[in-house]
C-alpha cells in the first residue's frame, strides 16, 4: 500500500496550520505537504510535523514574497534573478523541513525562449541543489491558462534534456485527467519517471473516490509496480475532511 500525506494547504484548513499536523496524523496520514509554507517560522512547522511523527514531503517554489501572486518563474525569459533568488531561498526552507522535494514551477510563459528558459534553469537548479529531489508537474489549462507546462510528454521530454538525476516528474492525477482523459494512462506511460503523486477526484477536485478515476486499481497498481514514493491527498474537501476521510486505505496491525 503507498504512503498517504496530506496536503494541509487544503485538507483540515478547518484548523489552524499548525494543528492540523496532529489531526492529519490523527485521520491516518504518515506525510505531509504545504504548497507554500512560508507564512510560518520553518521552526514552528517542523516541530509540529516532527510532533505528530509525521514527514514533510513537499513544497513549491517560490518562496516567502509569494502572496497569491503569479505561480512560479522558472519558464519566464527575463526573470532568472528572480527566479534563482526565490529558489535558494525555497532551498533553505526546505532543508530546514527535511522536506522530501521541491516542485519547481515553471510560470506563465510561451513559446521556444520560455521553453529555453526552462530547461537552463532547471539545470541550474539541478546542480546548485544536487542533493535534493527536484519536481516538475504540469497544469491543466483550464485552471491554469497560460502556465508553461502543461503537457506529460512534453515534462517527460525535458526531464530527459536536462539530464540531471535529481530531476522527476510530479504526477497529479486531477490534471493528467484534465489534460489528456486519461489518468491512469498517464501514469502508465510515465511511471518510470514519476516522483511524486498527487491526488483528487475529477472534476470539481473533491475527496478521491471512485468514479471518473478508479483510485484502488490505481493503488494496486502502484503497489504491483513497485512505487516508492508518496501518495499527497490534494484536493478540496466537500465537507469537514475528516467526513471525507473514507477512502483512504488503512493499514493493518
Given at each position: 500500500m503507498p504512503r498517504f500525506a496530506a496536503n494541509l494547504t487544503m485538507l483540515f484548513t478547518e484548523l489552524p496550520m499548525l494543528d492540523r499536523f496532529a489531526a492529519a496524523a490523527e485521520a491516518g496520514f504518515t506525510g505531509v505537504e504545504i504548497?507554500?509554507?512560508?507564512?510560518?517560522?520553518?521552526?514552528?512547522?517542523?516541530?509540529?510535523?516532527i510532533a505528530a511523527g509525521l514527514d514533510f514531503v513537499l513544497l513549491n517554489t517560490p518562496p516567502p514574497n509569494w502572496a497569491?501572486?503569479?505561480?512560479?518563474?522558472?519558464?519566464?525569459?527575463?526573470?532568472?534573478?528572480?527566479?534563482?533568488?526565490?529558489?535558494?531561498?525555497?532551498?533553505?526552507?526546505a532543508e530546514a523541513l527535511r522536506a522530501r522535494h521541491i516542485h519547481v514551477m515553471a510560470g506563465y510563459a510561451q513559446g521556444p525562449s520560455a521553453r529555453d528558459t526552462f530547461i537552463a534553469n532547471l539545470r541550474w537548479a539541478a546542480e546548485r541543489?544536487?542533493?535534493?529531489?527536484?519536481?516538475?508537474?504540469p497544469?491543466?489549462?483550464?485552471?491554469?491558462?497560460?502556465?508553461?507546462?502543461?503537457?506529460?510528454?512534453?515534462?517527460?521530454?525535458?526531464?530527459?534534456?536536462?539530464?540531471?538525476?535529481?530531476?522527476?516528474?510530479?504526477y497529479d492525477s486531477?490534471?493528467?485527467?484534465?489534460?489528456?482523459?486519461?489518468?491512469?494512462?498517464?501514469?502508465?506511460?510515465?511511471?518510470?519517471?514519476?516522483?511524486?503523486?498527487?491526488?483528487?477526484?475529477?472534476?470539481?477536485?473533491?475527496?478521491?473516490?471512485e468514479g471518473t478515476i478508479d483510485y484502488p486499481a490505481l493503488f494496486a497498481d502502484l503497489d504491483q509496480s513497485g512505487y516508492r514514493g508518496w501518495v499527497s491527498a490534494e484536493y478540496?474537501?466537500?465537507?469537514?475532511t475528516a467526513q471525507g476521510l473514507g477512502w483512504l486505505p488503512r493499514r493493518s496491525g
Open positions: 504548497l507554500f509554507p512560508y507564512d510560518l517560522p520553518a521552526r514552528d512547522l517542523s516541530r509540529a510535523a497569491g501572486g503569479p505561480r512560479g518563474f522558472a519558464a519566464e525569459p527575463g526573470r532568472e534573478e528572480r527566479f534563482r533568488s526565490d529558489f535558494d531561498r525555497a532551498l533553505r526552507f541543489a544536487s542533493h535534493a529531489s527536484l519536481t516538475i508537474e497544469l491543466n489549462p483550464a485552471d491554469q491558462p497560460g502556465y508553461f507546462l502543461a503537457d506529460f510528454d512534453l515534462a517527460a521530454e525535458l526531464i530527459a534534456e536536462v539530464g540531471a538525476p535529481n530531476l522527476g516528474l510530479q486531477y490534471h493528467a485527467h484534465l489534460i489528456t482523459g486519461d489518468a491512469v494512462a498517464v501514469w502508465h506511460r510515465h511511471k518510470g519517471i514519476i516522483r511524486h503523486i498527487q491526488i483528487a477526484g475529477v472534476p470539481e477536485r473533491h475527496e478521491p473516490l478540496n474537501p466537500a465537507g469537514l
